[in-house]
């Protein structure tokens, strides 16, 4: 697995905003999303969300826009304030600006960058899409390096060692490192995944496993 630069693990935080809006440049996303629009992924995905400083959770949103010099659209995001941007060369060329008002204004929003694979369901999971997610992840990774390097010198990512997944119950993975609810699979073990087969749980999300 080739290494990376990237802050602080897969979360790269904005400035805290203050406490009645959070507002960033849209271009930023732009560039991010064109890379995963150029790799056609068919699971991994750049997903962004507004998280509060101090917890770390999502940073419930009241309303959001879009902003340009001559316009204004609506932000579309989701309850666990999932930004939900559109892959727009107009916006970028016109310096959109992102205004986001929090459902709490005590909270200092940040934003996270996430990589992941959310789309994937407990009956789908076998050795080949295994495979397929961790080659996605680091294809992804190796790719979006580029915007960190120049900004973030300071931070070495260590190479990606597999993925991690999360269930939503306890489960027991044969070949990988499985504690409580998550299960971590590098691609160089020998891992089986029949113990799945008749298991009542279902996958809540899918992350790189990163050295640490």
């Not at 559109?86 to 200092?108: G, R, S």
């Not at 915007?147 to 939503?168: A, N």
């Not at 113990?195 to 990163?210: D, G, Q």
Request: net charge negative; hydrophobic share 40%.
């Amino acid at each position: 697995m080739k290494s990376s630069i990237i802050g602080l693990s897969l979360m790269v935080l904005a400035p805290i905003a203050n406490a009645s809006e959070f507002v960033v440049s849209y271009d930023g996303f732009y560039d991010r999303l064109k890379v995963m629009d150029k790799g056609q992924y068919e699971y991994a995905q750049i997903n962004f969300y507004l998280v509060d400083s101090a917890t770390l959770k999502p940073c419930v949103i009241r309303s959001g826009k879009l902003i340009t010099e001559n316009n204004s659209l609506p932000l579309s995001y989701t309850e666990n304030a999932q930004l939900l941007l559109p892959l727009d060369k107009q916006l970028d060329a016109d310096k959109a600006v992102i205004v986001v008002e929090p459902q709490n204004p005590a909270h200092e929003c940040q934003l996270k960058m996430q990589i992941e694979a959310p789309s994937i369901k407990l009956k789908q999971l076998n050795t080949a899409v295994v495979k397929q997610v961790n080659d996605e992840f680091d294809d992804l990774l190796t790719n979006l390096s580029g915007f960190f390097i120049g900004k973030l010198l300071s931070f070495l990512l260590p190479s990606q060692k597999g993925i991690q997944i999360e269930f939503e119950d306890e489960v027991d993975i044969p070949g990988a490192l499985c504690e409580s609810k998550t299960c971590k699979i590098s691609m160089e073990n020998n891992f089986d995944l029949d113990a799945l087969k008749n298991a009542e749980v279902e996958i809540k999300n899918i992350v790189p496993w990163i050295a640490n």
